[in-house]
């Protein structure tokens, strides 16, 4: 069974010009099969900075933290046996594929921390799996609520995708949403949206005879960060 991890679990690592993150675990399997961490550096919406790229820096137990630079220069982890080696390359649009392989210490704990090298405040999420193409992993980022009423029957939520893969929502439209006697429907949803992309969801509302609190959750293609439901209050003004 592959490892699959996302970092962080609620928001995006937001580091400022010149400061470096925590220190933060990631798994290594017992098999000493190659590791894959793939970073994505957000700047604005739509829109990667491609400034200069951050450093990672990893350390294995008790050893001292050895920086890759994404140059795809390999470089020595060092560990109480031999603890591996390491190589970074960057890819385009500010994401990032690091990977640890010849590892023999996979009972000790690694971590893994980020410096943001870049002359603007970026914030940072990663993938880590033993599969590559697993570090594909998309993050729908939804507005937490929409308020629609029946006298202004349109409303729009904003999605952004914070992962590492495009993100793509199955529901069609017209669905109801909060239940099929739900009377707010999804009227327009993107087809996919890329990594760093921002787009909207549209929804209409038809009669509404009293208050309703309804919940949503949209079948995506997003099935690890459990961050695509919406609260939906939909009412009479």
């Not at 929409?146 to 439209?173: A, C, E, H, K, Y």
């Not at 999804?186 to 509404?208: N, Q, T």
């Amino acid at each position: 069974m592959s490892v699959i991890q996302i970092f962080p679990s609620d928001e995006p690592l937001t580091l400022a010009s010149g400061q470096t993150g925590p220190l933060v675990d990631f798994e290594v399997p017992i098999e000493p099969v190659p590791m894959f961490l793939r970073f994505i550096a957000l700047w604005t919406d739509n829109t990667p900075l491609n400034g200069a790229a951050p450093t990672f820096g990893i350390k294995l137990g008790e050893g001292l933290i050895t920086t890759v630079a994404a140059n795809d220069t390999e470089v020595v982890i060092p560990g109480p046996k031999e603890g591996g080696t390491a190589r970074c390359r960057r890819l385009n649009d500010d994401l990032y594929l690091l990977t640890v392989v010849n590892h023999t210490e996979s009972r000790t704990s690694w971590q893994l921390r980020i410096k943001n090298k870049a002359d603007r405040t970026l914030r940072f999420v990663w993938v880590n799996s033993d599969v590559k193409d697993d570090t594909f992993q998309p993050w729908m980022a939804v507005d937490d609520q929409l308020s629609i009423t029946s006298r202004s029957p349109v409303g729009f939520v904003v999605v952004r995708n914070w992962g590492t893969g495009t993100l793509t929502i199955d529901d069609s439209p017209g669905t109801p949403v909060g239940g099929q006697d739900s009377p707010v429907v999804l009227v327009h949803r993107p087809a996919e949206i890329a990594p760093h992309g921002v787009d909207h969801l549209a929804f209409s509302c038809g009669d509404v005879r009293s208050r309703m609190n309804l919940e949503h959750t949209f079948r995506t293609n997003d099935d690890k960060t459990a961050h695509t439901t919406l609260q939906i209050v939909a009412d009479l003004a």
